[in-house]
């Protein structure tokens, strides 16, 4: 905790941004009869029957001091996957970047060894080398922005039926569009300081000797 909360006290810089990363998955979702359009007086109408298409994944990418967020939708949730993430990350979002400072829960998948299994071993140490990575802790979920965003994608864009892959990726586009363009940046307020007195119970009682 106290790991991350440093992270979150570091001024904005270009050569080391700040970035959390987080993904969840979406159940997509066909209608099977067409809505009745809105009336005058009455509002769509929807058939409480439906048919499943399968799951989606998400990968949310953070940039809290930016407010710059990038959303990948892909069919799996695997270590290729999230390598292929970190990559795009590396060489196309922050090219000039020193290093990425990456804030991530602890799923298995999100090691650098991932990089090894998607890619060649050259490759694979070239983005190691430029990137430094944090960990929240277990059930520390409200430390993590990327998390944050996600509830935010959830309430704003995917609280609805959306029946593939192709009609995901073009309402996820506009809604990270909008939000980039209001530059919804995050301010951390909550200090190491601050933790170590609200959350004393967690901490382990050290007897003096």
């Not at 069919?75 to 993430?85: E, K, L, P, Q, Y």
């Not at 990559?87 to 298995?108: S, T």
Request: aromatic share 8%.
């Amino acid at each position: 905790m106290e790991d991350v909360l440093e992270v979150y006290t570091r001024p904005y810089d270009p050569q080391r941004p700040q970035v959390c990363l987080d993904e969840t998955r979406k159940q997509l979702v066909a209608e099977t009869r067409p809505p009745i359009p809105p009336a005058p007086g009455q509002p769509e109408r929807i058939d409480y029957e439906d048919a499943r298409q399968g799951t989606a994944n998400l990968f949310m990418v953070f940039d809290p001091l930016a407010g710059r967020r990038l959303v990948q939708v892909t069919a799996r949730w695997t270590a290729i996957d999230f390598a292929h993430v970190l990559q795009k990350l590396v060489d196309e979002q922050y090219p000039q970047a020193e290093k990425l400072v990456l804030v991530l829960d602890n799923l298995n998948t999100h090691q650098l060894a991932s990089l090894y299994e998607a890619f060649a071993p050259a490759k694979a140490r070239r983005l190691t080398e430029r990137l430094e990575l944090h960990y929240t802790p277990t059930h520390g979920s409200w430390l993590h922005m990327a998390e944050t965003e996600l509830s935010v994608l959830a309430t704003q864009c995917l609280d609805r039926r959306l029946p593939d892959q192709t009609t995901l990726r073009q309402e996820v586009t506009v809604w990270e569009q909008r939000r980039n363009q209001a530059k919804c940046s995050v301010e951390w307020r909550f200090t190491t300081q601050e933790a170590r007195l609200k959350l004393k119970r967690l901490y382990p009682s050290i007897q003096p000797g």
